[in-house]
């Protein structure tokens, strides 16, 4: 692992109502913007809009599945763009830094327009 | 610049204590949510043939560990709600079968100004702690609202 490895891409499957509302039980995050579509229109969206932890949880996928969970120390992201269902969200990272048994990676998650969703952080434990 | 949240006086407000107990129900049906295949989420031997002493938690999972809102009460339009910033520190891995104790507190209040206009901003902490009180994870959400 040396800096300016890439992880990724993960294409993720079209986000769909069906995940927001198992993402809500699943996550606790019931607020009604992200399953009630009149809610979310007086909210001033077009419709309902997937939670951001949702395309977060797509970041973690993506390190769990090359580093394994457990190496995961820190894990951040700042929302930039809503993502709407029907929406494919594509996840990658980029080591930018290494020392000693860790790594820190940027992340990004876009759209399939190109729109960054959100762009991210982690903190990484590496075998040396 | 100079303009105080609205919200600072409940910073430092802090949530009842809530005790969780890591279920592999709960991280399978995260998994599922998530659309995340990988079995050692799902399957106790795949997850012991990958090294982990049981099911390990993904890393986004503690979030669902969701404390007692220390913003109950706090006049929050919930339309005009944005989640502007996550941060998860694990301290250490997370496994099914772990007892947590979480609590929130609302460590910042302010002002920000975006290009969509002036927002008020609050920054959500929750810590997960053990039995013997050694933190487990730590969570900071910022959210802005609308005005």
Redesign the interface.
């Known amino acids: 692992m040396k800096v300016g490895d890439v992880i990724g891409p993960l294409e993720k499957a079209p986000i769909t109502t069906r995940q927001l509302v198992m993402y809500a039980g699943a996550s606790g995050d019931f607020n009604a913007i992200h399953y009630d579509e009149p809610f979310a229109r007086a909210a001033g969206f077009p419709s309902v809009i997937a939670h951001g932890m949702l395309s977060m949880a797509f970041f973690g996928e993506l390190l769990s599945s090359t580093f394994g969970p457990h190496r995961v120390q820190r894990l951040s992201a700042r929302f930039r763009a809503v993502t709407f269902p029907g929406e494919v969200v594509t996840v990658a990272g980029k080591v930018i830094a290494v020392e000693g048994d860790t790594a820190v990676l940027a992340l990004t998650a876009t759209k399939k327009d190109g729109t960054v969703t959100l762009d991210g952080a982690a903190i990484v434990s590496i075998p040396v | 610049m100079s303009e105080p949240s609205r919200f600072a006086p409940a910073v430092g407000r802090t949530s009842a204590p809530l005790v969780y107990d890591v279920e592999r129900g709960?991280i399978r049906?995260?998994a599922?949510?998530?659309?995340?295949p990988?079995p050692?989420y799902r399957d106790e031997e795949a997850a012991r043939a990958?090294?982990?002493p049981a099911i390990?938690?993904?890393?986004?999972?503690a979030?669902?560990l969701?404390p007692n809102d220390p913003r109950e009460g706090l006049d929050i339009d919930?339309?005009?709600?944005?989640?502007?910033?996550?941060?998860?520190?694990?301290h250490r891995?997370l496994y099914a079968g772990d007892r947590l104790t979480v609590v929130g507190r609302i460590a910042e209040a302010g002002v920000k100004e975006t290009k969509s206009g002036v927002m008020d901003t609050l920054v959500v902490e929750a810590v997960g702690s053990d039995p013997a009180g050694a933190p487990v994870f730590t969570t900071r959400s910022t959210v802005l609202v609308r005005r």
């Open positions: 709960h049906r995260f599922e949510a998530v659309g995340d990988n050692i990958a090294g982990h390990p938690a993904p890393p986004t999972f979030a669902a969701r919930w339309k005009k709600l944005l989640h502007g910033e996550q941060e998860i520190t694990l891995p």
